[in-house]
């Protein structure tokens, strides 16, 4: 369960407080509506034990429960509400595939066989009822024929619905169109059995039809069926294709690879390889795992992947990724990580479990919809009393109670947010954005600081060695074999250099009795000596002085943009090792596009206050805080927030856990540790900076599709509803406008696949 703060953010996923409860993943189908999802979400969380989610855009629906028959007593339950569902399985989405198949195809011969029959019919009644003469014998029956297959066959999915709701005791829009399409019919029977005896037109001996096309309504409610189909054919192709870009990352992994065993190669599915198997990959073929490149060289495209538009050259020793494609050479790779474990997989379930979170205007969608349709069925009666009262002809009226009826269905008003943020959420996935929730993607569009850690976020996190100073007894190399052995505990970027450098000249020495000061350094014994590596801070927390000439040579190195770590052993200063970082090339680049879209840029370093301010000022960041422990850090977050800030914080390390819970919008780089991912709410692929560029761009335009979308089916009800209410709105004119409201909603939320990473545009930031 994810706990939000009071501006808005997400916070560190509660493992201990879901530990216990069953996560249940369904596919429903015959949903039509937004009402639908909300009818289906109401009923499974009456069930005692059980919490729902239902996405009428993604039709499925996260179930979580403490009975290990959660998953049986919510697909129960959702049948007997009308509906059916199915288990989700992980990577074997046919059911749905088959479900939405069959509803679209189903909705294609339905609206093929309605218009087919609706324009001879429009045609009919139009030029029949106004023509007297071009009548011929039983024209009205012929009328009538044609008119049945429309209300009963074409229109049996709106009549369906319609039952079933009611036998919850609920509506939906279904009953707007089933009760409008009815009504229809019936005042066509009986202005055709029981119109006036007088003037020609009888029908069938009993009576003759009105005068005007507008009394019979065969036509318009023909019309409105017709409509409706198209607008339902064409809003279901449309939310396949939304579906198609959030499911986009799980089909680039491959199906069978090239196993190698004993020389001999052969060709199993993927469900059958092992880590530790070595997989032959040809030219323009896809890596299926994650693994170490052990023969040959070639060219990785992961564009598809990670909107890296560069291909990178590797070679034996070069980490590969499964999905990305080889393009010019034959490579073999000792296969590390398979199946879920992959990069891919992951990134494929982040942008899965994505979808069930619900956003907040979503929610706020829904529970309009679930209100808005016996309040507009309210009105509709309401209309035509009032028209029938201040004399107008029953036709009138009634024309005009139909009219409101039809188009106030808030069908786009379901549909709004939903679509938009599933196609945000997929395009990211396609450029290396990962995001793990709808409201982070909310977040995200409302920041306005942007601090960055330093180490592995903004600088590349390969230090070197720059030099090795002994003060004490020990040679140069026994110290840097002390200060490996102790950092060879630690998973910090410096720790790793200095152990990597202690490694190539011999053998470390062996450590006991390890400990870690997050942000400071570490201690072991080694020995039979307590050895400390450690930051200047560090040392003298722990009460060990230097000489001044060390702490002079110390800030030179400092202003030179070096990080230095000390060494003591048995409480003596023993010496200090230099190490330089390497910006990366898109960091400047980065700052300087988030400040043209008005964001504030700060820097958060564990580092000296020298180094921390020569990379700030390479990279051109508005402020910078040095030498901050992990607890500072998130500390110095709160502090902006308290001042009014929404804040962002990127970082890739466990020190920045803390820090990246505490924003309101966390972003962690891929090659973080596992605790940073977990506490993020966004994960960039890419390598390059750049991405955080991306993600807000991406969150602004999302949201702006948002907002247009709502602004469009708020807007659209309440201008129409009272002009249908005045009579000057064609129930026919009433039925396309809502079915083409629908379209537009989902066709511009389907613009989001066209969204390129790129520089800031020019006005962004007035936009915003």
């Given at each position: 369960?994810t706990?939000v703060?009071?501006l808005g953010g997400t916070?560190v996923?509660d ?6 409860l069953?996560?249940?993943d369904?596919?429903?189908?015959g949903?039509?509506?937004a009402?639908?999802a909300?009818r ?14 239902v996405?009428?855009?993604t039709e499925r629906?996260l179930?979580?429960?403490?009975a290990?028959?959660a998953?049986?007593v919510?697909?129960?339950a959702v ?6 569902a199915?288990?989700?399985?992980a990577d074997?989405?046919e059911?749905t595939?088959r479900?939405?198949a069959?509803?679209i ?5 339905r609206?093929a066989v ?8 429009c045609d ?8 007297p003469?071009?009548?011929f ?7 009538l024929?044609l ?5 009963t066959w ?7 619905a319609?039952l ?7 509506l939906?829009m ?11 019919f019936?005042w066509?029977?009986?202005?055709l ?12 001996g009993f ?10 309504y065969?036509?318009v409610?023909?019309?409105m069926i017709?409509?409706?189909?198209a ?6 192709r449309s939310?396949r294709?939304?579906?198609d870009v959030?499911?986009?990352l799980?089909r680039?992994?491959?199906?069978e ?5 004993a020389?001999i190669?052969?060709?199993i599915?993927i469900?059958?390889?092992q ?5 032959a990959?040809?030219?323009g073929?896809r890596?299926?795992?994650d693994?170490r ?8 495209d992961?564009?598809s992947?990670t909107?890296?538009?560069?291909p ?5 020793g070069?980490?590969v ?12 790779v ?7 474990h992959t ?5 494929a379930?982040?942008?899965?479990q994505a979808q ?15 209100v808005?349709?016996?309040?507009v069925?309210g ?10 009262f ?20 808030p069908?786009s008003l ?10 945000g959420?997929g395009r ?5 954005i990962?995001?793990?929730?709808q ?5 995200s569009g409302?920041?306005?600081?942007i601090v ?11 230090l070197a060695?720059s030099?090795?100073?002994?003060v004490?007894?020990?040679t140069p ?10 950092e060879?505990g630690?998973?910090h970027?410096i ?11 011999g ?7 390890f400990?870690s ?5 570490a201690?072991a014994?080694i020995d ?15 009460g060990?002085?230097?000489?001044a000439?060390?702490?002079a ?5 400092n ?7 000390l ?20 960091a ?8 043209a879209l008005?964001?504030r ?9 020298g180094p921390?301010s ?13 030498e901050?422990?992990p607890t500072?850090?998130?500390?110095a ?13 990127v ?5 920045d856990?803390?820090?990246?819970a505490?924003a309101?919008?966390?972003l ?5 540790t596992?605790?940073a991912m977990?506490?993020a709410?966004?994960i ?7 991405a955080?560029?991306?993600?807000v ?6 949201l702006?599709?948002i907002r ?17 209410a ?24 389907l ?5 390129q990473?790129?520089r800031?545009?020019a006005?962004?930031?007035?936009n915003q």
């Amino acid at each position: 369960m994810t706990s939000v703060n009071t501006l808005g953010g997400t916070n560190v996923t509660d493992a201990a407080s879901d530990a216990d409860l069953t996560a249940v993943d369904l596919n429903i189908s015959g949903m039509s509506c937004a009402a639908c999802a909300v009818r289906i979400e109401r009923k499974l969380n009456k069930i005692p034990g059980l919490s729902a989610t239902v996405n009428y855009a993604t039709e499925r629906a996260l179930i979580q429960g403490d009975a290990a028959d959660a998953a049986e007593v919510a697909i129960s339950a959702v049948k007997r509400a009308g509906y059916d569902a199915q288990l989700r399985v992980a990577d074997d989405d046919e059911w749905t595939a088959r479900a939405t198949a069959t509803r679209i195809s189903s909705l294609r011969r339905r609206l093929a066989v309605a218009a087919i029959l609706t324009f001879p019919l429009c045609d009919l009644t139009l030029l029949l009822a106004l023509v007297p003469s071009w009548r011929f014998p039983n024209w009205q029956l012929v009328c009538l024929l044609l008119f049945i297959p429309i209300v009963t066959w074409a229109a049996w999915p709106f009549h369906r619905a319609t039952l079933r709701g009611l036998r919850q005791r609920t509506l939906s829009m279904d009953t707007l169109v089933s009760l409008g399409s009815t009504a229809s019919f019936g005042w066509a029977l009986y202005a055709l059995i029981f119109g006036s005896p007088s003037g020609p037109g009888y029908w069938l001996g009993f009576g003759v039809t009105p005068e005007g096309a507008d009394s019979i309504y065969l036509d318009v409610a023909a019309g409105m069926i017709t409509f409706q189909l198209a607008g339902r054919y064409f809003e279901a192709r449309s939310r396949r294709q939304a579906g198609d870009v959030l499911n986009a990352l799980g089909r680039l992994a491959v199906k069978e690879v090239r196993r190698m065993h004993a020389g001999i190669e052969s060709i199993i599915p993927i469900g059958r390889l092992q880590a530790g198997d070595t997989i032959a990959v040809l030219p323009g073929e896809r890596i299926g795992a994650d693994g170490r490149i052990v023969v040959g060289r070639s060219s990785i495209d992961a564009s598809s992947m990670t909107g890296e538009s560069r291909p990178s050259d590797v070679g034996p020793g070069d980490m590969v990724v499964g999905g990305t494609i080889s393009i010019n050479g034959r490579i073999e790779v000792l296969a590390e990580s398979v199946g879920s474990h992959t990069q891919l997989a992951q990134m494929a379930a982040i942008a899965e479990q994505a979808q069930q979170r619900k956003a907040k205007v979503q929610a706020f969608a829904d529970r309009v919809s679930a209100v808005f349709i016996p309040i507009v069925i309210g009105i509709a009666i309401a209309v035509m009393m009032i028209w029938l009262f201040i004399g107008a002809e029953p036709r009138t009226a009634f024309g005009t109670g139909i009219a409101v009826l039809i188009i106030a269905c808030p069908c786009s008003l379901g549909l709004a947010t939903p679509t938009a943020l599933m196609v945000g959420v997929g395009r990211g996935g396609q450029l290396g954005i990962l995001i793990k929730g709808q409201d982070a993607l909310e977040a995200s569009g409302v920041i306005d600081t942007i601090v960055f850690d330093k180490t592995g976020t903004i600088t590349n996190g390969e230090l070197a060695l720059s030099e090795v100073k002994a003060v004490g007894n020990c040679t140069p190399g026994e110290l840097l074999r002390l200060a490996g052995a102790v950092e060879s505990g630690s998973e910090h970027a410096i720790a790793v250099a200095i152990t990597a450098a202690a490694r190539r000249d011999g053998d470390l020495a062996i450590a006991t009795e390890f400990r870690s000061f997050p942000g400071m350094g570490a201690a072991a014994m080694i020995d039979g000596r307590r050895v400390l590596v450690g930051s200047p801070k560090f040392f003298t927390e722990e009460g060990l002085t230097y000489p001044a000439e060390v702490e002079a040579q110390i800030r030179a190195l400092n202003a030179d943009g070096k990080t230095v770590v000390l060494i003591s052993a048995g409480g003596h200063l023993e010496g200090f090792i230099a190490l330089t970082d390497t910006v990366k090339e898109s960091a400047k680049r980065t700052v300087s596009d988030l400040k043209a879209l008005g964001l504030r840029t700060i820097m958060l370093t564990g580092d000296a206050a020298g180094p921390a301010s020569v990379v700030a000022r390479e990279i051109g960041v508005d402020e910078v805080f040095s030498e901050m422990m992990p607890t500072q850090k998130s500390a110095a977050i709160q502090r902006l927030q308290a001042a009014g800030h929404n804040v962002a914080m990127v970082g890739d390390g466990v020190n920045d856990a803390a820090a990246l819970a505490t924003a309101n919008l966390g972003l962690a780089m891929v090659q973080g540790t596992d605790i940073a991912m977990k506490s993020a709410d966004i994960i960039l692929v890419r390598e390059d900076l750049s991405a955080v560029t991306d993600a807000v761009l991406l969150s602004r335009q999302t949201l702006r599709t948002i907002r247009v979308n709502l602004m469009w089916a708020f807007g659209y009800n309440i201008a129409a509803i009272p002009i249908a209410a005045l009579g000057l709105l064609n129930p026919l004119i009433a039925a396309a406008a809502m079915a083409a409201s629908s379209v537009f909603v989902i066709s511009n939320s389907l613009r989001l696949r066209n969204f390129q990473p790129s520089r800031v545009p020019a006005g962004e930031e007035e936009n915003q």
